[in-house]
């Protein structure tokens, strides 16, 4: 039975792979993310590539190593919008991680096999919850009979002679009674009383080096096992107790062993690891102070990133297929101040286009997640009905066009800051205006923001 569940969660991954053309994974990052076409198709063949790889001889596939993908571009054009698009797409494992976060503490920054224990424990809970959905409906019928249980305790074992057929006849008749009756919701203002497991925590803090996290959460598990589980009595309407009960059923019914098996799997197979700004690990030709430290973190992450084993505490993890996507805006720094091994390891260089005034507009009005109708959902929820004038994005676009081109140059992000400011009277006023509509035109905008962006002393510190 185990072995049937793990080989459909396997084929399950596989066939989603399977359905994404790269012009599909283009088409679908469209939906999300205005332009950068050259990011989009590196990162979808990639993707691709993980699919092509599983149907090749078994003795060539182990020789197939990923194509590990370098983006370079300003901050805020998409780069860890398309990562993030790209990993939903594939189902995959897919964890994001600063380089600047393994220098923050000086020469000793964060243990660098803590980001692939990290996507292994990822991996574990997305594996568990999919084998959860699998068994949702056995887990809800046993999770109904120990409801039923609660509101009709079963009768007492009757002992000495006589005929029980009749009695145990009427107790099953009264159950499926009850049984329909809890279908129908007609107990859902009852209340149950029901014991909770609650795992004991140790008393203990551990503090582990600094360096050193997987160890300090090693050990208080370690500690927690060996304290006794302790039990509370709640009390609970049905349907808490029912939802409550289906969880603890699902846990039970979950085989961990196949679950962990998948996991480690997927994560040595299709994970992704994002590798944000790191362009703040790239030293400029100097060997002292903190370039040090910004190429010993480059060592420490080449072994990753050319192929190795982590020890997790699922089981060994190897590297070799997970797929590495860097970024970094390289301001100050080049690709090349990267050590060469370093380097050599991420083959597809990408360049992301600085984001004009055009693809402000677009990104304000085109994606499903827009960010202007993002502020119309929000406002709806106070019965505040607000729309915006195309004339109004062009406004918005503009001035954050021109914020960028005085100030620093945050792409995209400047429109959160601009719509902010444009809309915080509104936003402060709805619950009062509630079945009003506002209507956002470009003379609004300019009257809001128009002061702000001529002075530009003001507009660096507001906008």
């Known amino acids: 039975m185990a072995k049937a569940a793990e080989r459909t969660l396997v084929l399950t991954d596989e066939a989603r792979l399977h359905v994404m053309t790269p ?20 990162v979808a063949i990639a993707l691709r590539n993980r699919w092509r790889r599983q149907q090749v001889p ?17 901050t805020g054009v998409g780069k860890t919008e398309i990562a993030r698009r790209l990993a939903r797409l594939a189902q995959a494992p897919f964890i994001k991680v600063e380089a600047s976060k393994f220098t923050e503490v000086g020469y000793v920054g964060r243990d660098v096999e803590s980001m692939v224990r990290d996507l292994a424990e990822l991996a574990v809970n997305m594996v568990k919850q999919e084998a959860k959905e699998h068994i949702q409906i056995k887990a809800r019928a046993q999770a109904e009979e120990r409801v039923l249980d609660l509101l009709l305790p079963p009768a007492p074992t009757r002992t000495g002679f006589g005929s029980e057929g009749e009695p145990g006849a009427t107790a099953q008749s009264t159950r499926e009674k009850m049984r329909r009756m809890l279908r129908e919701g007609k107990f859902d203002d009852r209340e149950v009383e029901l014991e909770v497991a609650k ?32 039990t509370k009595k709640h009390r609970l309407k049905v349907p808490e107790a029912m939802e409550l009960l289906t969880q603890e059923e699902a846990d039970k019914l979950v085989d961990m062993e196949a679950v962990v098996r998948e996991a480690v799997r997927r994560v040595e197979q299709t994970g992704i690891i994002f590798i944000d700004e790191i362009d703040k690990i790239a030293s400029r030709e100097s060997f002292h102070g903190p370039d040090i430290s910004r190429q010993g973190v480059q060592r420490d992450l080449l072994p990753l990133v050319e192929g190795s084993t982590v020890h997790t505490k699922y089981g060994l993890v190897r590297t070799d297929h997970i797929l590495f996507v860097a970024s970094g805006a390289f301001h100050t720094t080049k690709p090349s ?30 994606p499903r997640n827009a960010l202007l109708m993002q502020y119309v959902a929000l406002l709806e929820t106070e019965k505040v009905k607000l729309t915006f004038l195309p004339e109004a994005a062009e406004e918005i676009a503009r001035i954050a066009a021109v914020v960028n081109e005085r100030t620093e140059n945050i792409g995209a992000r400047r429109l959160h800051t601009v719509v902010e400011r444009l809309l915080e009277d509104l936003s402060f006023d709805s619950p009062e205006l509630g079945g009003r509509e506002v209507v956002i035109d470009a003379q609004h905008v300019k009257d809001k923001l128009d002061a702000i962006v001529k002075d530009e002393d003001l507009s660096r510190y507001i906008l």
């Open 23 to 42: 012009r599909e994974i283009v088409s679908e990052l469209d939906h999300y993310i205005i332009g950068q076409h050259k990011a989009k198709r590196a």
């Open 199 to 230: 795992p004991a925590m140790p008393f203990i803090e551990v503090m582990a080096p600094q360096g050193m996290e997987d160890m300090e959460n090693q050990l208080k598990e370690m500690f927690s096992n060996f304290m006794p589980k302790k």
């Open 337 to 366: 101040d990267l050590i060469p091994e370093f380097q050599g390891r991420f083959p597809i260089r990408v360049e992301l286009d600085p984001l004009t005034r055009e693809d402000f507009v677009r990104i304000l009005t085109e």
């Open 58 to 74: 078994e003795e060539l596939r182990d020789e197939i190593a990923p194509k590990n993908i370098l983006m370079i571009g300003p």
